[in-house]
Structure formats: C-alpha cells, structure tokens
C-alpha cells in the first residue's frame, strides 16, 4: 500500500515537488497509460487543494475523451480547439484560465467550476492527452500550479 500524504503546510513549491515525486515513484515501471493516469489522477486530489476536479482527457481519432478523474460526472467528449480543454490540446499549450466565465467557448461539465488549469501531455510533438484541474474558486492556479503540471506532464509523457 502507498501513503502519499502531503503535509497541508507546505509552500507550493515543495508541494509541487512532492507531488511529482510520488507520481514519479507510483507510475515507474507501469506500462498502463489507464492505470497511471488514475493514481495521478488520485494524487493530484489528494495534494492540490480547492479543486472539484482532477483529471485527464486522452486524445482519441482527433478529440478528446474523458480519462482517469477524481469529481463529479464530466464531458465525455471534447471536440479539439473547443473548450479549456480542445484549446490545450489543439494548440499544445497550457491553458490557464482565472475566471472560466470569461473564456469564450468554455464547456461547462461542472457549473461549480470557477477557474481552470489545463496543460497538455505531449511526446515527440504529439499531444497524447491534456491534464484538466478545475476550481470552485476564481483565480485558483498561477504560474507556479502552471510550471507544477507543466512539469508532471513532462514526466507522464512516456508513461501514458
């Protein structure tokens, strides 16, 4: 059994730091993308508070498919370029946006989300899949949530 409890003191930097090593320990050696993606899922819940959902969507015959998540029922398929999500994963860009009221085109799963964090997996130029966080407050993430996933999805990238 693992017990990766994050100390809720922590400062951002060492929570980010913690998180992607107990991602790094939980998916070595694991050659399921699914199977990782749901333990990484389940931990970055478990580290990263005030989120209501922590997840993933896959890149599938050229949209995106629900994967792995911790929350509430989501979207099961995003057309690319639509949406948070579609944005990230067209472009390969992370996305990181304050108030998901104003983002135009946003596709609201869950009408309790506020802000949202999405940065995509890429491997050898490929999106393979985009990492979704959304809040239930405004202005959650910054540049620091932002360079943590940024950094997550670098590792994940050859173990999805």
């Not at 060492?14 to 991602?23: A, D, G, H, T």
């Not at 949209?63 to 472009?91: H, N």
């Not at 993430?141 to 670098?154: K, N, P, R």
Request: with cysteine; aromatic share 6%.
């Amino acid at each position: 059994m693992f017990d990766f409890t994050p100390d809720a003191d922590l400062p951002k930097a060492e929570l980010y730091r913690q998180l992607i090593q107990s991602c790094d320990a939980i998916t070595s050696g694991e050659p399921d993308a699914i199977a990782n993606m749901a333990n990484v899922a389940a931990l970055m819940a478990e580290f990263l508070p005030r989120l209501n959902w922590a997840g993933f969507y896959r890149v599938m015959d050229g949209e995106l498919v629900l994967g792995p998540f911790v929350g509430r029922p989501a979207c099961i398929r995003i057309p690319m370029g639509q949406g948070v999500c579609g944005t990230a994963a067209s472009d390969a860009k992370t996305q990181l946006v304050e108030d998901v009221h104003t983002f135009p085109g946003h596709i609201a799963c869950d009408a309790a989300s506020q802000s949202e964090l999405v940065v995509p997996i890429v491997r050898g130029g490929i999106v393979l899949a985009v990492i979704d966080l959304d809040s239930p407050d405004v202005a959650r993430f910054d540049a620091e949530d932002a360079a943590g996933i940024e950094t997550l999805a670098q590792l994940l990238s050859a173990r999805i």
